[in-house]
């Protein structure tokens, strides 16, 4: 692998701090590819996501029908799938190679990003780039809140809780043996400048090692403690017990890899959390068959021919697959 151009992906669930990391590694000199997602007012300093990255994954969750907020532990399957498609690895390799031409420090944020490691690694084992990840850390209470406020409540606390552990167990997992580093939101918020520089040394990234805070006062106005506004714990947030008790668990294990160490004493701790949460979510979608039941899609009923068997022209329409008979009702549609 190539010593000199490095790709840097910020991991974690939206919410816990990536986008703040993001804009700080962008004003210290990694370049973030443009354009960017447009700042609003869940996220007024900005996102530091590529408009590029978003789409990208975006597009490709889509397909594999995943969420950002995904709670199923088989939904890892459907994204890990990509990673083994020819053509989706040619669009992202020509993609980071086009920007490895702008810097030899390239960082992407993108809450996505977790669900395609794989993939990303493919990548940048063909271009011999020199890959590390940084992942935030955030209380999954905190993370909950924000986002309660920030997307609304189309999704439930329960099922945000659970995708965060399904979320954080994984790309944990992933990251493993890999040059990587854990920050927690709050230490970023306090000593952005120490963080840095630790982070430097852990992954070995010279742009951030012997970290001078004196460099950037830019990143001292960047950096706004006011915008940590979602604080406590589990109060007003409605999370089964067994979620909230395996969430604290999960993020008490969490903590001893926000050090200088990888912390590797933890990964049978998250290794049967992990297998936890599987039999938990297991259970739950046992439970809940009949509601998953009940908003399937109904097939409509053919209509029977006089003596009660299915007209010729029905068989025959069955054997066009599926795809082919919307086009042709469609275009039958156009014609009227």
Do not use: C
Request: glycine fraction near 6%; charged fraction near 30%.
């Amino acid at each position: 692998m190539s010593d000199r151009r490095r790709l840097v992906l910020v991991v974690g669930v939206g919410r816990s701090g990536t986008s703040l990391l993001a804009g700080i590694l962008g004003q210290v000199g990694f370049h973030i590819p443009q354009p960017e997602v447009v700042a609003d007012s869940t996220n007024p300093r900005g996102f530091g996501e590529p408009r590029w990255v978003v789409d990208f994954h975006t597009r490709l969750m889509r397909r594999a029908r995943v969420t950002v907020f995904d709670a199923r532990p088989a939904a890892w399957e459907k994204t890990r799938a990509f990673a083994e498609n020819r053509e989706v690895q040619a669009e992202l390799r020509d993609w980071v190679a086009s920007e490895m031409r702008h810097s030899d420090d390239v960082v992407v944020k993108d809450p996505r990003v977790g669900w395609f490691l794989p993939l990303w690694l493919s990548a940048a084992r063909e271009l011999e780039l020199s890959t590390s990840f940084i992942t935030m850390l955030r209380h999954p209470a905190e993370i909950l809140a924000s986002a309660r406020r920030s997307y609304g409540e189309w999704q439930t606390d329960a099922s945000r809780a659970a995708s965060w552990l399904n979320v954080m167990l994984e790309s944990e997992r992933a990251t493993r043996g890999a040059p990587r580093a854990f920050i927690r939101y709050e230490d970023l918020m306090s000593d952005w400048a120490g963080e840095l520089g630790r982070v430097g040394d852990t992954v070995d990234l010279p742009l951030l090692a012997g970290f001078d805070r004196a460099r950037f006062p830019e990143v001292d106005q960047f950096v706004d403690p006011t915008l940590h506004r979602n604080r406590g714990g589990w109060d007003g947030l409605e999370v089964p017990e067994s979620v909230r008790t395996l969430s604290d668990d999960v993020w008490t294990a969490l903590q001893p890899l926000a050090g200088r160490g990888d912390g590797a004493e933890v990964h049978p701790t998250l290794d049967a959390a992990r297998v936890t949460y599987d039999e938990l979510y297991a259970e739950a979608e046992a439970i809940a068959q009949s509601s998953v039941t009940a908003v399937k899609p109904r097939r409509k009923q053919q209509a029977p021919t006089q003596n009660g068997s299915v007209s010729l022209r029905v068989r025959l329409a069955r054997r066009v697959p599926a795809r082919y008979r919307r086009r042709i009702r469609s275009a039958l549609g156009r014609s009227r």
